[in-house]
T-cell receptor, first 112, second 117 residues
């Protein structure tokens, strides 16, 4: 099993629908992140969480919300999806004890 | 102000030749880390190499090396002996602060490398 698992891998949804992207990890890391990647561009930070009680907005949090259900689970929600939220979404974890960041395989979301 | 700048949107390199992908960064924190990731067409993010701001030597990992010029705030990736499988997007990223702060990564816009046979 992957260290960081994202579900679903691909999703097509309609404008206005609520959708949740899920991320779970087996690394035991406290710190988790959601990034968005638009075609041909770098990753931008949406939200991050340094522990289950600590959630922070990133660079582009408008239109998104998150939930840290447990140390291992960090979900990203689009309350009312819009087409410009079509992107590749990555979940990542990090361990302050070393420099490593672990990325999930990504969720490719299309809003039509 | 952009923290990470990759000025080469796309590059070609002949198979078996070396190629340098440019990255400049901006931070006022004396402690930081620089990363390079590879993203093949399948989409996953593959960690390649890391350089800490206090590291005395340039990082190397197999065919990858990082040309770290601290005064110029540049952290260029050098790929030696390019292979067809090196064709991908390459991202430079920076973590502000020491590694035990576990801060988030900031990414550059990426460089698409295409290796010609």
């Amino acid at each position: 099993d992957a260290d960081v698992t994202q579900t679903p891998r691909n999703r097509i949804t309609k404008t206005g629908k609520r959708i949740m992207l899920e991320c779970s990890q087996t690394k035991g890391h406290d710190r988790m992140y959601w990034y968005r990647q638009d075609p041909g561009l770098g990753l931008r930070l949406i939200y991050y969480s340094f522990d289950v009680k600590d959630i922070n907005k990133g660079e582009i949090s408008d239109g998104y919300s998150v939930s840290r259900q447990a140390q291992a689970k960090f979900s990203l929600s689009l309350e009312s999806a819009i087409p410009n939220q079509t992107a590749l979404y990555f979940c990542a974890t990090s361990d302050p004890g070393n420099y490593g960041y672990t990325f999930g395989s990504g969720t490719r979301l299309t809003v039509v | 102000a952009q923290k990470i700048t990759q000025t080469q949107p796309g590059m070609f390199v002949q198979e078996k030749e070396a190629v340098t992908l440019d990255c400049t960064y901006d931070t006022s924190d004396p402690s930081y880390g620089l990363f390079w990731y590879k993203q093949p067409s399948s989409g996953e993010m593959i960690f390649l190499i890391y350089q800490g701001s206090y590291d005395q030597q340039n990082a190397t990992e197999g065919r990858y090396s990082l040309n770290f010029q601290k005064a110029r705030k540049s952290a260029n990736l050098v790929i030696s002996a390019s292979q067809l499988g090196d064709s991908a997007m390459y991202f430079c990223a920076m973590r502000d602060g020491p590694h035990n702060a576990g801060n988030m990564l900031t990414f550059g816009g990426g460089t698409r490398l295409m290796v010609k046979p």
